[in-house]
């Protein structure tokens, strides 16, 4: 259950974060709701994951899957281009994600 709550928090952090963009400055209110609404969750679903996994491992996903989905957001919705660099640069995060949680002392196993 407290993965479900982490990907729902992560899915929550990824609309937030598209739709700052479309916000334009919080000048448009749709997507200006989107953000606050979606922030609210994220936060208060990685709040409850934090009672059982550890904070690393929490921050570690959450951010890291952030990222790459944010990435593919900004290439799908905005047009925003995803060289060499980026695709190996979120690679790396989704590598470094998974030594952390496949071989880190602090993760749950």
């Not at 953000?35 to 550890?54: E, H, M, Q």
């Amino acid at each position: 259950m407290n993965w479900l709550i982490l990907s729902i928090a992560i899915i929550a952090e990824v609309i937030a974060t598209s739709a700052l963009k479309a916000s334009e400055g919080f000048t448009r209110l749709l997507p200006s709701l989107l953000v606050a609404v979606g922030y609210s969750i994220s936060f208060y679903c990685l709040s409850l994951t934090l009672k059982v996994i550890p904070v690393g491992v929490t921050y570690a996903i959450w951010s890291g899957v952030g990222v790459v989905l944010v990435s593919l957001a900004g290439w799908y919705l905005y047009g925003q281009a995803l060289d060499l660099a980026s695709v190996i640069g979120i690679a790396l995060i989704v590598c470094g994600v998974m030594v952390l949680n496949l071989f880190g002392k602090m993760s749950v196993h």
